[in-house]
């Protein structure tokens, strides 16, 4: 298909044997549509954008090098393969998904978004930051290897991996909700006594290790309000050399071991 503006409306593309082929700029909009065996966007470097609502398909839907703002709502789609530019920025909501893929190549940053949506499993590459897998259910896998995204509240039947990078980062005096986000291991060296009760930006299933360098770092449990489940329902107060380690599950870090030095 060529550049230029194309609407579809009602359409059952019971003979269209290839599906979909986009090359061209402009945007496509499909709505109420069946049967739409794929839709392909093989041309880097072209710019458009790709709106789908109430779409039903079992074809793939592949795009490499495609810029601009793409919608996908209330749709059934089979694989979803995304490379950078095609996935910047893309938001997919409510739809039943097959597995779902995103490459950047080390290009430039740009989010694809999935919101309350099904599929069968997820995976980014290592340059895939700013990607958003929210409130989502996956049957199967997930492997999310970028870092600085949101993955938050979701179902997964597989095994999950997303990495945790900058080993030896020091809180900021006097945070209460110090961000973990990309990181298994957090130094608490406050200045003054600090009552931290929750840490910021975690994901669920990630483990972190907490090491204390004085005696000025005070952890709320949830039973005094805080976001941490700890050992007898206890505040647990740090001392020099102390490390505590807990793991996320819904919004609570549960302990599961410390070490008083």
Excluded: K
């Excluded at 041309?43 to 795009?63: A, C, D, E, F």
């Excluded at 309350?116 to 995976?123: I, K, L, P, Q």
């Excluded at 483990?207 to 007898?232: C, E, H, I, K, P």
């Excluded at 102390?242 to 071991?257: C, F, H, K, N, Q």
Aim: aromatic share 8%; glycine share 12%.
């Amino acid at each position: 298909m060529a550049g230029g503006d194309i609407d579809f409306r009602g359409i059952a593309a019971v003979d269209f044997r290839d599906g979909f082929i986009l090359d061209g700029y402009g945007t496509v909009r499909f709505t109420d549509c069946r049967n739409i065996i794929s839709l392909r966007s093989p041309v880097s470097g072209v710019t458009g954008q790709v709106l789908m609502v109430n779409v039903w398909s079992s074809g793939p839907v592949i795009m490499v090098g495609r810029g601009g703002r793409s919608l996908f709502a209330n749709c059934h789609l089979g694989d979803i393969t995304l490379s950078y530019p095609a996935a910047g920025p893309t938001l997919f909501t409510n739809c039943s998904l097959g597995m779902v893929s995103i490459d950047h190549a080390g290009a430039a940053p740009s989010g694809v978004q999935f919101l309350h949506c099904v599929m069968s499993g997820y995976t980014t590459d290592a340059f895939a930051t700013e990607q958003w897998l929210l409130e989502s259910m996956v049957n199967g896998n997930v492997n999310a290897n970028g870092l600085n995204s949101r993955i938050e509240n979701n179902r997964v039947s597989g095994t999950f991996s997303a990495p945790f990078t900058d080993t030896f980062h020091t809180a900021t005096s006097g945070d209460t909700t110090p961000s973990v986000s990309g990181r298994d291991w957090l130094t608490l060296a406050n200045a003054t006594a600090t009552i931290v009760t929750n840490l910021d930006d975690g994901t669920p299933g990630q483990r972190v290790t907490l090491m204390f360098t004085n005696g000025s770092t005070t952890l709320r449990d949830a039973a005094s309000g805080g976001s941490f489940q700890l050992a007898n329902g206890v505040n647990f107060i740090g001392t020099v050399d102390d490390t505590l380690t807990v793991i996320r599950r819904g919004t609570i870090w549960y302990e599961v071991g410390r070490s008083v030095n």
